[in-house]
């Protein structure tokens, strides 16, 4: 299925029905009086948040919606039928913009929230509503009211625990296939990441958290070298990052420090908020070098960067590591979370 993080729709709520002019003609009933009813409401438009949908590439083929009107109303003092609501399915993680006033009218976070972006109209009144002691046979109705029509813009920033930045080939697309269920695409060249790619982690009875992995950055990106940084929005959600780090470095051709650096600039480049996020140096392939060349490339890097923050040594394509990472991932984002409540 194509990725796709970026729509926009036109939606038309249901227009309301129009009240009725009727009066009453029974055979025995003098003088029956008025009995017109009123018109039905028009359907509105909800936007409902589902967690089995991670693209938005269905509004690339349909962008237009619109919600069922009201019926008008009829004599017997009966009230049209009310239009359907309709409800349009979207990614947890939606972000909707009202195009016409750059407003940003919603944020559907949690599976099943609900966002109503267009409002039905309101039948109109039956010439029954305006009789009185002095107008016994009034001719005055209401016309139902006209649905809103709003144009919107549809953003997913994925909801991921945690994210995976670094050069191409660092091996993020690994690390995910090695640590959860997700598939993505594994290839000896750069780029074959074209998406982003989300993968559950279970650590554990009933503990886990949810990875996504984005597009290598390259020197450059923020000025749109290589894939640039449309997908680091993605990250922008998660709770804790994973700077990844390749021992082998013979594609790049840059030292440790260099590849981190280039990540860190762009990163910067791109959103402050993102740079302060909490990160991890996560070194890869160190199951091509000896412990000795590792510990020594691992002391050299963190000096040579000043790094503060915890480091970690894996081996994606082997495993080496990756569960102590979890592990260690899984005790930061309890911490994290019992210091929000």
Excluded at 105 to 112: A, C, R, T
Excluded at 152 to 165: C, M, P, S, T, Y
Excluded at 214 to 230: S, T, Y
């Amino acid at each position: 299925m194509k990725f796709v993080d970026e729509a926009t729709i036109r939606v038309r709520a249901g227009n309301g029905g129009d009240g009725a002019l009727s009066f009453r003609r029974e055979k025995y009933v003098e003088r029956g009086g008025p009995d017109g009813g009123d018109g039905g409401d028009g359907g509105s438009i909800w936007l409902v948040a589902d967690d089995s949908l991670n693209t938005l590439v269905d509004f690339r083929v349909t962008r237009k919606f619109r919600a069922v009107s009201g019926s008008n109303g009829a004599g017997r003092q009966m009230t049209g039928k009310s239009g359907d609501d309709l409800s349009v399915l979207v990614p947890c993680g939606t972000i909707v913009h009202e195009i016409d006033t750059s407003e940003v009218i919603g944020d559907l976070k949690e599976d099943g929230q609900r966002l109503k972006v267009a409002d039905g109209g309101q039948g109109g009144l039956g010439n029954t509503r305006f009789k009185s002691s002095i107008n016994r046979a009034p001719r005055r109705t209401t016309k139902g009211t006209n649905g809103e029509a709003r144009h919107l813009r549809l953003e997913l920033k994925l909801l991921a625990d945690v994210g995976l930045v670094g050069l191409p080939n660092a091996g993020k697309s690994t690390l995910i296939r090695s640590m959860s269920a997700a598939k993505p695409k594994v290839a000896d060249y750069p780029f074959t990441t074209l998406h982003p790619h989300l993968g559950v982690v279970s650590v554990g009875q009933l503990q886990s958290f949810l990875m996504a992995d984005v597009p290598g950055l390259i020197r450059g990106a923020a000025e749109g070298a290589g894939l640039g940084i449309q997908f680091l929005k993605h990250l922008q959600r998660t709770r804790l990052l994973l700077h990844l780090v390749e021992l082998d470095s013979t594609d790049t051709e840059m030292s440790l420090a260099d590849a981190f650096d280039a990540i860190e600039a762009e990163l910067r480049k791109f959103s402050e908020n993102l740079i302060e996020k909490p990160r991890w140096l996560v070194i890869n392939k160190i199951d091509l070098y000896s412990d000795q060349n590792c510990a020594s490339a691992r002391n050299e890097l963190v000096e040579s960067i000043s790094w503060k923050g915890p480091v970690f040594l894996v081996s994606a394509a082997t495993g080496e590591g990756t569960i102590e990472l979890g592990q260690a991932i899984m005790r930061e984002l309890e911490k994290i979370a019992g210091a929000c409540d």
